[in-house]
């Protein structure tokens, strides 16, 4: 960000040292260290926020491609009506009706004293 060479750091230091004296040097460091400490809190606060923004952003672009995309799909193959009752394997509906053999329901009943094996 900011391009230093170390000669010119060795300037501000020196003029720094003459300008404020060895003496308070110590406390201007701190004081000016926690004012950057600081900077670099805010700065990291408002790209985290930015960074959200543009989370959010993607995620509801991303939403209306899905959805989008959803009922394009939905539109070329529609749902089967009785896919529900009758379970995933039911026939597409242009596919031609197949006879259903129903086979009566017989009674049943408890298995009787008389029919039951003697011991």
Avoid: C, Y
């Amino acid at each position: 960000m900011f391009d230093i060479a170390s000669s010119e750091l060795l300037l501000v230091v020196l003029v720094a040292l003459l300008v404020i004296g060895p003496k308070d040097l110590p406390k201007a460091l701190r004081v000016v260290g926690k004012w950057v400490g600081k900077a670099r809190g805010v700065a990291a606060h408002f790209r985290s926020g930015f960074d959200e923004m543009v989370r959010q952003s993607e995620i509801e672009e991303l939403e209306k491609k899905w959805k989008a995309e959803n009922e394009r799909i939905m539109r070329e193959h529609p749902a089967d009506p009785r896919a529900d009752v009758l379970g995933d394997d039911a026939a597409p509906a242009d596919a031609p009706a197949a006879a259903t053999v129903v086979q009566p329901e017989l009674p049943i009943d408890p298995p009787s004293a008389e029919a039951a094996p003697k011991a």
